[in-house]
């Protein structure tokens, strides 16, 4: 059953409109200004009304070449910005291409609304032309989903379904609203966005049993995940580091909130963790879990992880306590709130001592005399920035952008976590861009990746669109290969990958610039070329097919038993 909040009613007269107008009226409620979205039959009255707001300038709507692409690009929007991506899609193929996509965004507790036409009311359960029950399809992979049935909910779901996306834990909301009831009209009268739903404060009891389980440790680290990027707490989160001189590492989807040049800095933890890092955890004696969800990706065997410590979870998500580790103390409720109550009763202690042995975890990294990913990934920072905001695929390329890559600033980190959506890189990418238009958007890629994406160069060409994409260019589905080359005794099952394309020509289609480069100095011109233009560059690195990500902590094994090389 649905339970329809009301508006905030803003005391304008009512109008009558279309469901269509009433969707498009709501939206501007909502402060949206960004659509990304690809039409079609059972959408086209929406399409229609969106018509009228994208002449005068009050909605940009970005066509992508997909629906998928559509979503991702929401999404890196979302992530960018910290607001609610907007995605349009018709039924059928056009709502079934977004579920990838909608998975992948709530996951991630990236907050977005996915609105989709469907067939007339009264062609529902006919098995009519591109009828779907997107619905009950993405019941499981979002945070909540509603069938419109009445043109009178539209405007009270759709403010209901952002309050949902960016309240709480965010996540996705997706709206399906038939044909017909974009057609008709009713009355409707502006209100403001609904409050973010309230959460319970945590009591003094609960802070005060954090800042003395931190007091009291000799060896506490700081595991920080994705939480503290949606509630807005990489200072809170610094403070308590730098009070306590407690080492911090995090979960790639944090990389960033803690500058990874600062001295207490670990980078990430988990299978291709920094080795200090994981050791840091392995012999502390308490993990203050912030904001993270003990990933399978992070802990490895359960039963050896951080064994020795007393684990403190802090989340706002009560099911996520003891889903994965079980805590010896764990308090539910907003990050920002708890940090903010809990600092003023940490102990300043200098753990020089716990510091000094963390340091000395760190491993050395060979050097080589050929272009491998270190040095193009460093390469691109130097000419870019750390101020560029970095999009990922999924694969190797990700792995190494995540270890190499300097993050010092919050969302500056666009990546496929939880899902590992190999696709996502290119409308991620995109998205970002559109959100923030004056910053640089450097996407890294890998060649298997970038063959699931490039159709959305379309759309980088089409809508004026600057992204620089760096191919890591091994000729392989490298991490696939990887597992085989040290699980699976060398049996490269369909990884290899044949090199049809030309990456000049394919940019020149469709009217940017490609590079193929086998040398630092060839990357350098590439990359000062792409700096200089107004358009999207495309750069493939030719790298070694060979080429591994270190180091690997083997499936099943201890984070502490991380396999440094070959």
Avoid at 175 to 199: F, H, N, Q, S, T
Avoid at 251 to 277: K, Q, V, Y
Wanted: aromatic share 6%.
């Amino acid at each position: 059953m649905i339970v329809l909040l009301k508006g905030i009613e803003s005391g304008v007269a009512k109008l009558k409109l279309s469901g269509a107008k009433i969707i498009m009226e709501t939206l501007l409620e909502q402060g949206v200004d960004t659509i990304f979205g690809y039409p079609g039959g059972q959408i086209m009255p929406l399409y229609d009304a969106l018509y009228d707001y994208t002449e005068d300038g009050r909605i940009r709507h970005i066509l992508t070449a997909h629906e998928q692409g559509a979503t991702h690009a929401a999404d890196g929007y979302a992530r960018s910005t910290g607001g609610v991506g907007v995605c349009f899609a018709t039924s059928g193929p056009g709502a079934t291409n977004t579920v990838t996509g909608i998975a992948t965004a709530n996951i991630d507790s990236v907050p977005m609304v996915v609105i989709t036409g469907q067939v007339p009311i009264a062609s529902i359960g006919k098995d009519s032309f591109q009828e779907v029950d997107i619905v009950g399809i993405t019941l499981p992979v979002t945070k909540h989903s509603y069938a419109v049935r009445a043109v009178e909910e539209l405007a009270p779901i759709i403010r209901e379904a952002f309050c949902i996306a960016k309240s709480g834990r965010p996540g996705v909301v997706l709206v399906d609203v038939p044909k017909d009831l974009m057609v008709a009209k009713c009355d409707y009268r502006k209100a403001e966005p609904l409050p973010a739903e309230k959460i319970e404060t945590v009591s003094d009891e609960d802070i005060l049993e954090i800042a003395r389980l931190i007091n009291e440790s000799k060896r506490p680290v700081i595991y920080a995940g994705g939480g503290i990027t949606v509630s807005d707490t990489s200072r809170e989160l610094r403070q308590l580091a730098e009070t306590s001189n407690i080492p911090t590492g995090t979960t790639l989807m944090c990389l960033g909130n803690f500058d990874r040049t600062h001295p207490l800095s670990l980078g990430m933890i988990g299978m291709h963790g920094e080795r200090e890092a994981n050791l840091a955890v392995h012999n502390s004696d308490l993990l203050i879990s912030i904001g993270a969800r003990f990933s399978d990706r992070v802990t490895g065997d359960t039963t050896r992880f951080a064994r020795d410590a007393k684990i403190l979870h802090i989340d706002i998500d009560g099911s996520e306590i003891g889903k994965n580790i079980g805590s010896d103390k764990c308090v539910i409720g907003d990050l920002k709130e708890i940090l903010c109550r809990v600092l003023p009763y940490i102990e300043k202690n200098d753990r020089a001592e716990w510091v000094k042995q963390v340091q000395s975890y760190q491993r050395e990294i060979p050097t080589t005399d050929y272009l491998d990913p270190t040095k193009a990934i460093l390469a691109v920072n130097k000419v870019f920035t750390s101020d560029a905001i970095v999009a990922t695929d999924v694969g190797q390329h990700q792995m190494w952008t995540a270890q190499k890559w300097p993050f010092t600033k919050p969302r500056h980190l666009i990546t496929s976590g939880g899902m590992g959506t190999m696709g996502f890189g290119m409308g991620a990418a995109i998205g970002s861009k559109i959100a923030n238009p004056d910053s640089e958007v450097v996407l890294f890629t890998g060649d298997g990746s970038f063959r699931m994406n490039l159709n959305e160069l379309i759309t980088a060409s089409a809508e004026g669109v600057k992204v620089t994409v760096i191919i890591l260019r091994n000729h392989t589905l490298g991490m696939v290969r990887q597992w085989q080359k040290l699980f699976f005794t060398k049996r490269y099952s369909a990884t290899d990958l044949k090199d049809v394309i030309n990456y000049e020509g394919l940019a020149e289609s469709f009217g940017l610039k490609g590079f193929l480069v086998n040398s630092l100095e060839e990357l350098d011109v590439a990359l000062n070329h792409a700096k200089q233009s107004d358009t999207t560059t495309i750069i493939a690195c030719d790298i070694y097919t060979d080429e591994n990500v270190w180091p690997i902590v083997p499936p099943g094994d201890a984070i502490n038993n991380q396999v440094v090389s070959e």
